[in-house]
């Protein structure tokens, strides 16, 4: 089926892309292709939050890998908790897109009421205690009165918090770049009603698939794993993928993003309000005072990726390619904006589930 529904589905899903030009299959180099193939392969279908990046095949892999190793290998964790974190964090994240690919699987993989209650943000009447533990922490970033951290051991903490970073990337990358849902815009009641079956069904069937850790981490060269993915050393795969996939994205970085960008962006998360740092429009303004004129189309875009990616505006993407119109330097600078805020996300993450078990452990950012 899933070959099929690939084929069938290309043109359809290669459409939600915005702000980009789709590179098709025929078109694509070869680090591209193959990604496109073991996609297609491993998730069932071209899906637009992965192959938006393939202006820029670095990227493309990165992404790749922390979705394989995170999401569709075979895991300690299974792979409905694993969705029903993923559309958590995407309801933190306030990505419409995202809640709707990932609850869909959910319904496709739980029977009983427990998946809508996840997808529809309704976490009080999820009815499998460890379901609700897991996903009201996630779902509050580990920051909710009342919430206790999830009982986990180290592999599965490892595995989950790995999901909610990937999804804290991934939700930010769609958030500019794709439509606002997958569905057909305007169906009819009676017809979005049977899209969403449609989906579960589908989704579902593809989430059960599975596959050996570890099989494509060679797409992209060895690096050594940062103080701040301290969360993954339970699983040298797990962290082995999301170093590599860090060291590409921060390469591409120091292409597109001004040091002045990045430097602001970690001053900002490093501080002790973190991702709370810039709460509004005002707050992001002022923080923009400090960089050259020349930079400032730049940081505003990343710190709004950064802190709200659901109120970028084409305005802010325009705005930044009056000096770098190439598609790759926009992914560039998005991807680092994205991904720098998901670390910051994991690394609260990991410290607030050992703060709420009294074993605070070592964290920190390298810049």
Do not use: K
Not at 29 to 42: D, I, N, Q, T
Not at 201 to 223: E, F, I, N, Q, S
């Amino acid at each position: 089926m899933g070959t099929l529904l690939a084929r069938l589905t290309r043109r359809v899903t290669q459409s939600h892309i915005e702000h980009l030009s789709a590179v098709p299959a025929r078109a694509a180099p070869g680090l591209v292709r193959h990604v496109y193939r073991r996609l297609e392969r491993e998730f069932g279908l071209l899906a637009p939050p992965v192959t938006l990046h393939a202006a820029a095949p670095a990227l493309l892999a990165a992404c790749w890998l922390m979705l394989r190793e995170a999401l569709l290998a075979d895991g300690p964790v299974g792979r409905d908790t694993r969705e029903a974190v993923a559309a958590a964090v995407s309801l933190a994240n306030r990505c419409p897109y995202c809640v709707e690919v990932h609850g869909s699987a959910l319904r496709g993989l739980l029977r009983g009421p427990d998946a809508g209650a996840v997808a529809d943000d309704r976490l009080a009447e999820i009815t499998e205690p460890r379901l609700r533990e897991i996903v009201e922490w996630f779902r509050h970033d580990g920051d909710a009165p009342g919430v206790r951290p999830p009982r986990l051991d180290a592999a599965e903490l490892a595995q989950l918090v790995g999901v909610a970073v990937l999804f804290h990337y991934l939700n930010r990358m769609v958030n500019v770049f794709l439509a606002p849902s997958p569905l057909p815009v305007a169906l009819p009641p009676a017809a979005e009603r049977a899209a969403r079956w449609l989906a579960a069904v589908t989704m579902g069937r593809l989430a059960r698939r599975g596959g050996d850790a570890g099989a494509d981490l060679d797409l992209l060269p060895p690096a050594p794993v940062p103080p701040d993915l301290a969360w993954a050393r339970a699983d040298s795969t797990l962290a082995t993928a999301f170093a590599r996939a860090c060291a590409a994205v921060d390469e591409a970085a120091e292409r597109a993003v001004p040091p002045s960008v990045r430097g602001l962006l970690l001053d900002l998360l490093a501080g002790p309000a973190g991702l709370r740092a810039v709460s509004d429009r005002a707050t992001l303004e002022a923080a923009l005072d400090d960089l050259p004129a020349e930079d400032r189309a730049a940081g505003r875009l990343a710190l709004t990726v950064a802190f709200f990616s659901y109120r970028v505006t084409d305005a802010m993407v325009a705005g930044y390619r009056l000096d770098e119109p190439a598609d790759r330097r926009l992914l560039e600078l998005v991807s680092w904006a994205s991904l720098t805020a998901a670390r910051a996300a994991g690394s609260r993450l990991y410290a607030a589930w050992h703060a709420g078990h009294g074993q605070p452990p070592g964290q920190g950012r390298a810049g």
